[in-house]
């Protein structure tokens, strides 16, 4: 009879420190599935926060860009004009030489046909 009480007793020990055990594990998996699910909120946040922030360097590397492109596209332009006006100056320069050089060597030769017929 005491053999079985102290069977009992034993068995009564190891499922205590069985149930002690299971209780203790059950804790640190619920808090460790609080400690995964914190983490996972951290990187969603972070990941959307990434997003946001690309999304605004896009946006500000867009319009600089746009600033850029009509920035240059001014300069361009305004370089064209003053190239047609230089091109349009040396243009009337170089007539007005050429056309002097022909009256001249029209005006010579009117010059020697009157001494030919005079």
């Known amino acids: 009879m005491e053999t079985m009480y102290f069977v009992l007793g034993m068995l009564s020990i190891i499922g205590a420190i069985t149930m002690v055990t299971i209780v203790w594990g059950i804790v640190k998996i619920s808090k460790l599935l609080k400690t995964?699910?914190?983490h996972e909120e951290w990187i969603i946040n972070n990941e959307r926060q990434i997003h946001?922030?690309?999304y605004r360097l896009r946006e500000d590397l867009d319009r600089r860009m746009d600033n850029m492109e009509r920035h240059i596209n001014s300069h361009i332009n305004e370089l064209k004009h003053k190239l047609d006006i230089r091109f349009k100056d040396?243009?009337?320069q170089n007539k007005s030489y050429t056309d002097?050089?022909?009256d001249k060597v029209a005006s010579g030769l009117t010059d020697t046909k009157?001494?030919?017929k005079g």
Do not use: A, G
Request: charged content about 25%; hydrophobic content about 40%; overall charge neutral.
């Open 90 to 92: 040396q243009l009337d």
């Open 36 to 38: 995964i699910k914190q």
């Open 52 to 54: 946001d922030n690309l």
């Open 114 to 116: 009157q001494l030919i």
């Open 100 to 102: 002097s050089r022909f």
